[in-house]
């Protein structure tokens, strides 16, 4: 059974900095794709970002695009979530997912998709 844990979550003013990082136990990460997602209290779940296998491939959602970036370090089975310029409406829970796959170089969007999620970490930004 794979387990990721988030951490690097907290309380930050508007216009700040945050980075995520979820590690995955296991030796197979480099057949994970990942992705990041947050629920804001009262609101559904949704998709913030993925990343391919390798790296090479990333996707945003419309709201983070041009201030978030997905990374990761197959080495650290590690992913990375940086968060810039951040608004009060990034307040969320985030949640790191991942879906072991062969022969596949794209992302997923649907959290129906992945099958390893964290607990989540939560994300405040004050305005």
């Known amino acids: 059974q794979v387990q990721l844990v988030e951490s690097g979550g907290g309380l930050v003013q508007a216009g700040g900095s945050l980075r995520l990082s979820c590690a995955a136990s296991?030796?197979?990460?480099?057949?994970?794709?990942m992705g990041w997602f947050r629920q804001a209290p009262g609101k559904e779940r949704e998709f913030v970002a993925a990343?391919?296998?390798?790296?090479?491939?990333?996707s945003y959602s419309d709201s983070v695009k041009g201030r978030f970036t997905i990374s990761r370090d197959n080495a650290k089975n590690t992913v990375y979530l940086q968060m810039n310029s951040l608004k009060p409406e990034d307040t969320a829970v985030y949640y790191c997912?991942?879906?072991?796959?062969?022969?596949?170089?794209?992302?997923?969007?649907?959290?129906?998709?992945?099958?390893?999620w964290g607990k989540g970490t939560q994300v405040t930004v004050s305005s």
């Open positions: 997912a991942g879906r072991s796959v062969a022969y596949y170089s794209g992302v997923y969007y649907s959290e129906d998709e992945y099958r390893f």
């Open positions: 296991g030796r197979t990460f480099s057949t994970y794709v």
């Open positions: 990343i391919s296998r390798s790296g090479s491939s990333t």
